[in-house]
């Protein structure tokens, strides 16, 4: 081989490989019932957000041992029909935000805490 050569093969040889590791783009027609779910689950993420941000709610998982910082991130996390079922349950509680109604969203969040092994309220065996 050409010795003048070698600089030119080494130089494609590298665009070629750096070339061949950039994955390809995908681009899809997003439909309005698509879209307009997206635009619902951001609203049913602000219900929930604005209910962990209430004093009285991060009182009371204070008070059963979970850091609300911890809840309101793993509560982020929440798929869109665990959050949907969450911000239902928001929704049907009274104005007054009953005690009951607030023990089982606290639960909810417990549970998923736990199943996300985030903390261990269960000792295992």
Same mark, same amino acid.
């Given at each position: 081989?050409?010795?003048?050569?070698?600089?030119?093969?080494?130089?494609?040889? =590298?665009?070629?490989?750096?070339?061949?590791?950039?994955?390809?783009?995908?681009?899809?027609?997003?439909? =309005?019932?698509?879209?307009l779910a997206l635009?619902?689950?951001?609203?049913?993420?602000?219900?929930?957000?604005?209910?962990?941000?209430?004093q009285e709610v991060?009182?009371?998982?204070?008070?059963?041992?979970?850091?609300?910082?911890?809840?309101?991130?793993?509560?982020?996390?929440? =798929?869109?029909?665990?959050?949907?079922?969450?911000?239902?349950?928001?929704?049907?509680?009274?104005?007054?935000?009953?005690? +009951?109604?607030?023990?089982?969203? =606290?639960?909810?969040?417990?549970?998923?805490?736990?199943?996300?092994?985030? +903390?261990?309220?269960?000792?295992?065996?």
């Open positions: 081989m050409d010795q003048r050569r070698k600089p030119f093969l080494c130089a494609g040889l =590298t665009v070629s490989l750096l070339l061949a590791l950039v994955p390809g783009a995908r681009a899809e027609v997003v439909s =309005t019932s698509e879209a635009g619902e689950g951001a609203a049913t993420r602000a219900v929930v957000d604005a209910y962990l941000a209430r991060a009182a009371e998982l204070a008070s059963l041992g979970v850091d609300p910082e911890v809840a309101r991130l793993r509560a982020a996390a929440l =798929t869109p029909l665990e959050l949907e079922a969450m911000a239902g349950r928001i929704a049907e509680a009274p104005a007054g935000g009953a005690v +009951i109604e607030v023990l089982g969203i =606290t639960f909810l969040v417990l549970l998923i805490l736990e199943l996300v092994g985030v +903390i261990d309220i269960f000792k295992k065996p």
